[in-house]
T-cell receptor, first 116, second 109 residues
Framework: GAVVSQHPSWVICKSGTSVKIECRSL??????MFWYRQFPKQSLMLMAT?????????EQGVEKDKFLINHASLTLSTLTVTSAHPEDSSFYIC????????????FGPGTRLTVT | RKEVEQDPGPFNVPEGATVAFNCTYS??????FFWYRQDCRKEPKLLMS???SGNEDGRFTAQLNRASQYISLLIRDSKLSDSATYLC??????????FGRGTSLIVHP
């Protein structure tokens, strides 16, 4: 149980384009989903927290107009990187939490984004 | 002071060794504690939750010391496959998880 999928697993896009990443909880209802970014050899950085049906809460320094998060259902959250730049190239990981069974998070496999 | 601190290591140990990591946290109101394992270029995977009474899962033992505000992870009889980065995660009153930067473990033959 507690499987989280993420799609796509990797993507290459050109500067100025937008990229959408999907995060799905496959066998549980995710009341809360988290989006992280991780640069090589660095720790996970929390970007935002999203609760189903409400607006995401962004961490300080993360532009909400650039990183659009939608959590429309209990099993799906999406992150859209708008007008991508090369410095947005990173490993984006989502995690999901089933609030009814504790505070453990289960992570998706991540999406490696390269902006050229 | 960072909210969650870990020694980044690396801890370099031979197979069969016992190794322990500590993680300190600054928020005394923290409620939930976890150890995750992350392999290179992969997502973190939950290793174990940490309970006040301590818990053990095979070769892995986790302890929580609320008075001194730290959690620990003990790995016995280390295997080559234990080589990874071990992340400490603390959840406070806001239920937002805070990650440590991880401790790197290298187990060599």
């Amino acid at each position: 149980g507690a499987v989280v999928s993420q799609h796509p697993s990797w993507v290459i896009c050109k500067s100025g384009t937008s990229v959408k990443i999907e995060c799905r909880s496959l066998d549980f209802q995710a009341t809360t989903m988290f989006w992280y970014r991780q640069f090589p050899k660095q720790s996970l950085m929390l970007m935002a927290t999203s609760n189903e049906g409400s607006k995401a809460t962004y961490e300080q320094g993360v532009e909400k107009d650039k990183f659009l998060i939608n959590h429309a259902s209990l099993t799906l959250s999406t992150l859209t990187v708008t007008s991508a730049h090369p410095e947005d190239s990173s490993f984006y990981i989502c995690s999901a939490r089933d609030g009814s069974s504790g505070y453990e998070q289960y992570f998706g496999p991540g999406t490696r984004l390269t902006v050229t | 002071r960072k909210e969650v601190e870990q020694d980044p290591g690396p801890f370099n140990v031979p197979e069969g060794a016992t190794v322990a990591f500590n993680c300190t946290y600054s928020n005394s109101a923290s409620q939930s504690f976890f150890w995750y394992r992350q392999d290179c270029r992969k997502e973190p995977k939950l290793l174990m939750s940490v309970y006040s009474s301590g818990n053990e899962d095979g070769r892995f033992t986790a302890q929580l010391n609320r008075a001194s505000q730290y959690i620990s992870l003990l790995i016995r009889d280390s295997k080559l496959s234990d080589s990874a980065t071990y992340l400490c995660v603390v959840t406070g009153g806001s239920y937002i998880p805070t990650f440590g930067r991880g401790t790197s473990l290298i187990v060599h033959p």
